[in-house]
């Protein structure tokens, strides 16, 4: 089916004569009243809009046949790694169409588990989705986070293990926040915003999180608070609870930058102060564990690649920092200590590679790995012998294994079956020349033995920001793509994680159009290699990578078949003024500073459409409670798009309704939204299927 059908008629709203001065530079804002979702006038926008994408991908013949297979596919059993805690195992398991995972606990590996919490009991639609978890020292409490509709709003709750009853105890205004027991099993800490507006609370920026204490039967109202700042608006803090007992770690954030410090407090002593151990935002510290007051870190400073280092809480200058295990030529992503080592998770371009270490740094061995993909799990107590972990591909789904600590094997646990024969597909990672001359590895996943005939539909997927990595991993939704014939192209493009921070520095602030133009190398890489052409080439990503397709069609609108931005970053000069998107200036820089400002303005999605250009089709996706990138960004997209654009290809948006930035989403709006994405890939690519 091609694209030469009549053109849409689009909603339209009235547009505004709002204009900004930026430093001497006006900008318009023409769309400024679809920031507010909850005026009759933009509700009845997104109603209409909704019925004209609607109508439109109801016509795609292909889009039911592709709902029913992405249904069968869908249906096998997934299950989550197990973990301990006192003498009980946990884990998720989802039967296979269930909405919500479903969390189980057992006694032994060989017991008959029993449901502890099913989510979907919760809400009839399955809009209501398990947050966060947090089980007692002894394994007789659970702490538990829930979210509506997609919310970052969170409430708590405790339940008893042993009954499955609920206690009183209920939390709400938390977000951004785990729950860390203290070892008496009498409560925890947590992290909270003061109440917000019933009525904004979806839009209204989130400042001043504080740490608190809830001991188990009493109010919300009688919390202990235990650390907030007046003086620092911005700072969130995570509590956590150290293995024996006798400190609570506080790690001290600003917005998304991963740089972060690190305070403590003895829980032996309910009078003590808090102590400032790391007191300069100059590098990453993530908490490992601790011999009494001997304190262990894997850090960035000094190690753009990461490295572990010891620092005795006696005496904590920087010549007593003691480095444990160096720098490597792969990435340090995280480190665990079982059996009394270090086992430490790295990434080879890309890809995961897990090294095992003894507590003074020496190498014992390197697990063995199934195949090039991702490994995760690895959790437990310190003189754990055992573990489990998932480990997933682009074409294998998530396989848990059981690892002994001591003998250095791996059994399969766990092994789900999906009607897929993954043997019929490859994947290989080329290396590509980006603008600047930078090697960027790509993942590029389709059927064996396919033509490079130029003629492939393939899906150019990419994030590219936030210290974020994109490793292998498995989607049945990417199973429908691959079996009508598509290829899958993921590069790891800078601004991401995958070789350490001095790569993440590089898409950062006025570095981003870097990201920008490594994505459309990988596009040009994929014509110029004869995987595909312009008109067969679609490209994806969510939130930042949402605002990585938008550019890039904005950019180079003659390069796409299609754009599919989900949930993106719009508007680069208001975007730190909703919910927690002042956190993201860390990253972004700010449109209040002039020179960021002008780098921002330069490749802002919105801020670059440009009248009568005939912009690729286009399919918006953003939902109606999406709290982290509020949906006014995808709103003023659209209505900026459908304005400007120039010619017959459709430019829609998708707005789903009880739904949030992507985490808790049920199965059923998953299958649904995948079914929208890949029918309209189909009919503006012409696929035949």
């Not at 293990?161 to 070892?183: M, N, V, Y």
Request: net charge negative; proline share 4%.
């Amino acid at each position: 089916m091609s694209n030469s059908q009549q053109p849409l008629t689009y909603p339209t709203i009235s547009k505004s004569d709002q204009i900004d001065n930026y430093h001497g530079t006006v900008v318009a804002d023409p769309y400024r009243a679809l920031e507010d979702p909850d005026t009759e006038e933009t509700k009845a926008w997104v109603e209409a809009q909704n019925q004209v994408t609607f109508s439109y991908l109801n016509e795609i013949p292909a889009r039911e046949k592709i709902k029913q297979r992405l249904t069968k596919l869908w249906d096998y059993e997934k299950y989550g790694t197990p973990f301990k805690e006192g003498e009980s195992y946990f884990y998720f398991k989802n039967d296979g169409l269930q909405n919500q995972s479903v969390l189980y606990t057992l006694p032994t590996l060989e017991s008959e588990p029993r449901v502890l919490l099913d989510p979907n009991q919760l809400s009839e639609d399955g809009t209501v989705a398990l947050s966060g978890i947090a089980i007692s020292e002894n394994g007789q409490l659970l702490a538990y986070g829930l979210s509506s509709s997609g919310s970052d709003w969170q409430e708590w709750k405790v339940r008893d293990i042993a009954t499955g009853e609920d206690l009183q105890d209920h939390l709400q205004w938390i977000k951004f926040s785990g729950a860390a027991w203290t070892h008496d099993h009498q409560g925890f800490f947590y992290s909270r915003y003061d109440e917000p507006n019933e009525k904004t609370k979806l839009e209204d920026v989130n400042y001043y999180q504080k740490l608190y204490y809830h001991k188990l039967g009493t109010q919300q109202s009688e919390d202990i608070l235990i650390y907030h700042r007046s003086d620092e608006k911005e700072w969130g803090f995570g509590g956590n609870v150290t293995e024996d007992g006798k400190y609570l770690i506080i790690s001290i954030w600003l917005g998304t930058d991963s740089k972060n410090l690190v305070f403590y407090k003895d829980l032996t002593n309910l009078n003590s102060e808090i102590i400032e151990l790391i007191n300069q935002f100059a590098a990453d510290y993530s908490f490992i564990d601790n011999d009494d007051h001997i304190f262990y870190f894997r850090t960035d400073l000094n190690a753009p690649k990461g490295r572990v280092i010891a620092i005795d809480t006696k005496k904590p200058t920087s010549e007593n920092c003691q480095e444990i295990i160096p720098q490597a030529v792969e990435t340090l992503e995280s480190v665990g200590i079982l059996n009394n080592q270090f086992v430490a998770d790295y990434l080879q371009d890309a890809h995961s590679q897990i090294k095992i270490f003894d507590l003074k740094g020496n190498f014992i061995r390197e697990v063995e790995l199934p195949g090039i993909g991702s490994a995760s799990g690895f959790g437990g107590k310190r003189h754990d012998t055992e573990t489990f972990y998932s480990f997933t591909s682009f074409t294998t789904p998530g396989t848990i294994y059981h690892y002994d600590m001591k003998t250095g094997k791996s059994e399969i646990f766990r092994q789900p079956n999906v009607d897929f024969n993954a043997d019929e597909y490859e994947t290989k990672q080329v290396f590509y020349e980006s603008k600047d001359g930078t090697k960027v590895p790509m993942f590029i996943t389709h059927k064996k033995g396919i033509k490079l005939d130029g003629n492939n539909p393939t899906y150019l997927y990419g994030y590219g920001g936030f210290n974020i990595s994109l490793t292998p991993s498995f989607s049945v939704s990417l199973l429908i793509w691959l079996e009508m014939g598509g290829v899958y192209a993921v590069p790891n493009l800078r601004g991401g994680g995958e070789y350490g921070e001095e790569w993440h520095q590089a898409g950062m602030k006025e570095k981003k159009q870097n990201v920008f133009d490594d994505f459309i190398t990988a596009a040009e890489w994929l014509i110029a290699n004869n995987y595909t052409k312009p008109a067969k080439l679609a490209i994806g990503g969510g939130s930042n990578g949402g605002l990585l397709v938008g550019a890039c069609m904005t950019q180079r609108p003659d390069l796409f078949g299609a754009a599919l931005p989900a949930v993106g970053v719009m508007d680069m000069l208001r975007f730190h003024k909703f919910t927690i998107g002042w956190a993201w200036v860390a990253e972004y820089g700010s449109s209040e500073n002039a020179a960021e400002f002008t780098n921002l303005y330069a490749y802002s999605p919105l801020h670059n459409l440009k009248p009568g250009i005939a912009y690729p089709p286009t399919l918006i996706i953003t939902a109606d409670h999406d709290d982290r990138v509020v949906p006014a960004h995808s709103f003023k997209f659209a209505a900026a798009l459908q304005a400007a654009h120039n010619g017959n290809a459709p430019v829609l948006i998708r707005i789903e309704i009880k739904a949030g930035h992507g985490a808790g989403k049920p199965t059923a709006k998953i299958i649904e939204e995948a079914a929208d994405k890949w029918g309209f890939l189909v009919r503006v690519l012409a696929i035949d299927v």
